[in-house]
């Protein structure tokens, strides 16, 4: 992406969240997936549908921990976690788990919009005193940013796709909900679909 | 040879590579012995829960892993172990009970009487062991029913095994 030089956003100076994760999920190459439940299921799923793309509808709080096994299991490969910030705040102990691994591989994108998007648009916990890019630095990720409408793309990828990880990039993003793109809600033939894109078949 | 021997060899067995934990004193030895096996790694939780999700990330790369932990954790896992059912993915956990015989710890009983059910009402297939000649065997068909089925699958290393924790 050299010639793009910001990313969309509102008059806020916020990320727009559906061209930004299609931005993102352009330049990944070979990089494997793993998506939070809620709207970050659904941006990944409307930047298009991909075998090597896992998407969670539950299980809150875990998205990260996955990132991290897929990360361990597949060490040669980059693994991005696309997340929103409630998700990443039920999980933010994982912050620790994941610094202390330290998988070189790992990046996570959240896309923090400050409220709960998929329940009502009720106000979250990054809207105030609490930052996850910070909690993250606290909990070891040397490299973690916390970006608005004024990003740089190019920083933007490099730190997800380049950077050693782990490596955290909190986009503060719009407010709102955006139109739902479904991906497959059996979890069976997401985790078989996967697996099966890496070389591997049973169960 | 120990339990904890005999639990590393189901694993090697096994090929499971990494283990997920929040420690417990029963399982300091089969623990020491991984940390110092070259072909295993022993990730470090905050919360057990976070092993759920570290399973099924583990499997969806093609590696296998378990979780060791302590019977007050299987509470913290309950809403996570929707994620193996969802999923039909392998969740392998062994268990060290508290608060079952004996235990000098009110606050460690609720839990532990709500272990079992609460990891059955999940979907979780449970082996309990009472004897500590039982515990690798078990293990071993736990890990054969979730790794060749997509189950999760716990056993639950009765205090009676191991001796009732005291001060």
């Known amino acids: 992406m050299p010639d793009l030089q910001s990313f969309e956003s509102d008059a806020q100076g916020l990320l727009l969240r559906r061209p930004l994760v299609a931005g993102v999920l352009a330049e990944r190459g070979d990089a494997l997936v793993v998506t939070g439940l809620g709207s970050a299921t659904y941006d990944a799923a409307a930047a298009g549908d991909d075998d090597a793309n896992f998407y969670y509808w539950g299980g809150m709080g875990l998205t990260a921990m996955t990132g991290l096994g897929v990360a361990i299991a597949q060490p040669d490969r980059r693994v991005l976690v696309i997340t929103g910030d409630g998700d990443m705040m039920m999980g933010v102990g994982s912050f620790a788990t994941i610094a202390t691994r330290a998988p070189v591989n790992l990046a996570i994108l959240v896309l923090d919009n400050e409220q709960f998007g998929e329940t009502g648009e009720q106000a979250g916990l990054s809207g105030g005193k609490a930052s996850l890019s910070e909690m993250a630095r606290g909990a070891g990720f040397e490299n973690a940013m916390t970006v608005d409408g004024s990003a740089d793309p190019a920083e933007m990828m490099q730190l997800l796709y380049e950077t050693p990880g782990p490596a955290l990039c909190v986009a503060k993003v719009a407010k709102g909900n955006e139109e739902r793109v479904l991906p497959s809600l059996d979890g069976a033939y997401l985790a078989r679909r996967f697996r099966e894109n890496l070389g591997y078949q049973k169960p | ?167």
Request: aromatic content about 6%; hydrophobic content about 45%.
């Open chain 2, 1 to 167: 040879m120990g339990w904890s021997e005999e639990v590393l060899e189901v694993l090697n067995r096994n090929e499971v590579g990494t283990i997920a934990t929040v420690p417990d004193a029963g399982l300091t030895g089969v623990l020491n012995l991984c940390d110092a096996a070259p072909d295993k790694e022993v990730v470090t939780l905050s919360s057990e829960e976070e092993g759920v999700g570290l399973m099924l990330g583990l499997w969806l790369g093609g590696r296998r892993g378990a979780i060791f932990m302590q019977s007050s954790g299987v509470g913290n896992c309950i809403n996570a172990l929707s994620v193996p059912a969802a999923t039909r993915t392998p969740c392998v956990m062994l268990v060290t009970m508290r608060g079952q015989w004996g235990e000098f710890n009110p606050w460690q009983v609720p839990m532990g009487k709500a272990t079992q059910p609460v990891m059955e009402t999940m979907g979780v297939h449970c082996y309990s062991v009472e004897d500590t000649k039982d515990i690798a065997p078990a293990f071993n068909a736990a890990c054969g029913l979730a790794f060749n089925g997509g189950f999760a699958a716990a056993v639950l290393i009765h205090q009676r095994a191991l001796g009732t924790k005291v001060f």
